[in-house]
């Protein structure tokens, strides 16, 4: 998908939803400068089906093994929007000015924002780390995989982290045959999952599996939790929501369901605004 029609999508979630259009202008801001970025300024990897296919039934995923190289210089205009809504939502200033220091310094690279690779020479806690990751790296993973995207069939991959960079889930489809299609906001990847099992915890106990609305009660969005191990997905029915915009603009148009999430006692591996506001409250 292109990102002309992500950000054609994005205005139009929000002209349906113009109570969070003030709060939610950043996220703009990112999906523009997404459309921006040169997607000649990184090689596709070229992996063959069986160099891919043989990762996959090892359980690894793809870029466990392998990296795109980065130009540090040339992400810089992919960062900055990440940057500006994590000082919108009150992330420590020290902190993201010792970032960027790190950064300019070379302490920090643009590998260490990869899925995986840790937080190391920079104050930032965990979930603004990942924040940056996720909103500056997407187009670059995006292009990387497209060649290899292909050559994942159906039900090849069984883990509950993306096949393509190892992130965890973003969101949730239910497509018309009623199969469950995790999708990843790191990288742009989906791939089929078991709906009777948990992609973060790995339950099969379908006790601890809970599905609630939030207080609006929209038809075909659900959350899908364990309590478990507490965590959530955002749900999407497409049989029901048969047009609804794309995973990712349907995840941060609908934050009044992370609030009720978090309300009710759940969690999410993939970092939200109500993530990263609760810690800028704490001053973590």
Known sequence: MSYTQLIREWEELLARRPSF????????????????????????????????????ARGVPLLVETSPALDAEALEPLLAPGLDLLAMVGVDEAALQAFAQAWDRGEVTPASLLPGRGI???????????????SGLRPVLEHYFADCRPHLAERMWQRGVCPFCGSAPGFTDILENGGRHLLCHFCGGGWT????RCPSCDTVDSKQFVKFQGEDKEEGYLISAC?????????????????????LVEDW??????????????????????????????GS
């Open 21 to 56: 259009h003030g709060a939610l202008q950043g996220y703009g801001e990112i999906l523009a400068a997404w459309s921006r970025w040169p997607a000649s300024g990184v090689l596709r990897l070229g992996w063959s089906v069986a160099e891919c296919q043989d990762r996959w």
């Open 120 to 134: 190391t020479g920079a104050a930032l806690v965990a979930e603004a780390w990942a924040f940056l990751g996720y």
């Open 227 to 247: 309590r478990a191990c507490q965590v959530y997905l955002k749900e999407l029915d497409r049989r029901v929501r048969w047009n609804a915009g794309s995973a």
């Open 193 to 196: 999952f078991p709906r009777l």
């Open 253 to 282: 148009g609908s934050p009044h369901l992370d609030v009720f999430a978090h309300r009710s006692g759940y969690r999410r591996e993939v970092p939200t605004l109500i993530e990263l506001e609760q810690v800028a409250r704490s």
